[in-house]
């Protein structure tokens, strides 16, 4: 598909770059996410999500209801926070958006853009990551806030929207 160098967005939603992920995140590599394992996830990117926001999460991300999340639904997962759709999705963009906002400053800098983004395998410098900013940043602070990323997920929602 795309060169990985000229990807702007800074959530996945190529089923190939979503599944490398997901078997980072599948720690005993049995092909679903635990609670525990997921749990695992949002503490090592700097989240203090509650145990009630984990089981809230997961029970949405649980299609099938066994208490897993599975590939199929970590990428339909991914792919509704890209902005598929406004209503019921935008909780899971806000998700999203602290996920990368890691001092909880309502903002997303490049250093935090980076450090996400090497936590989740991806190799960009800094630089790298201001130009992802600087393509989205609007108002021109060098930062990303909530409607940016949120204008910037549903783009990349599909290659023809505007």
Excluded at 118 to 140: F, H, P, R, W
Aim: aromatic content about 8%; charged content about 30%; overall charge negative.
């Amino acid at each position: 598909m795309a060169p990985e160098k000229n990807k702007q967005s800074v959530f996945p939603t190529d089923k190939e770059e979503v599944k490398k992920i997901f078997n980072r995140f599948d720690t005993n590599g049995d092909g679903k996410l635990s609670e525990e394992e997921l749990i695992g996830i949002l503490k090592s990117l700097g989240s203090d999500t509650s145990p009630d926001e984990v089981k809230r999460t997961l029970a949405e991300i649980d299609a099938d209801s066994d208490g897993f999340i599975s590939l199929d639904e970590f990428v339909a997962f991914c792919k509704g926070i890209a902005g598929e759709s406004e209503g019921e999705g935008i909780d899971d963009l806000k998700q999203a958006f602290k996920l990368y906002d890691l001092n909880n400053n309502g903002v997303i800098s490049a250093s935090e853009l980076q450090q996400i983004l090497s936590q989740l395998g991806e190799s960009y410098t800094v630089e790298n990551c201001a130009n992802m900013i600087k393509s989205v940043d609007s108002d021109g602070d060098g930062f990303v806030n909530f409607e940016e990323f949120r204008k910037m997920m549903s783009k990349n929602s599909g290659d023809d929207a505007p």
